[in-house]
């Protein structure tokens, strides 16, 4: 599935998503996702994300996820968040997770934590 929304008082303002999915059965499914939302009063405030899931059943099987978001007075202001996870049952899975923040008053103020798991 595929849509798409522009909003009636500013046609810069819009929803998009898209998703993928595939037989329970199969084991090379996946639910795709991705959106992007621009905020009425600002065009360059947005959140987009992006994720991926395969079946739980095959060992190679993740979660992928991506997010920006822009703060309406600074431009500069974002967090951003990227993570992945691997089956239990796969050794080489881990959890990995990253995001940066810049502060409203100091663009070169950010904080940055990091977490990678393995087995």
Known sequence: SYSTV????NPTHHQL???????????????????????DDNPIHYRLSYSTVLAGDNPTHHRLSYSTVLA?????????S?????ADDNP???????????ADDNPELFHCPSRRQSN
């Open 6 to 9: 522009l909003a009636d008082d």
């Open 17 to 39: 998503s898209y998703s993928t999915v595939l037989a329970d059965d199969n084991p090379t499914r996946c639910w795709l996702s991705y959106s992007n939302v621009l905020a």
């Open 72 to 80: 309406d007075d600074n431009p500069n202001h974002y967090r951003v």
């Open 82 to 86: 990227y993570s992945t996870v691997l």
């Open 92 to 102: 080489t899975r881990y959890w990995l997770s990253y995001s940066t923040a810049l």
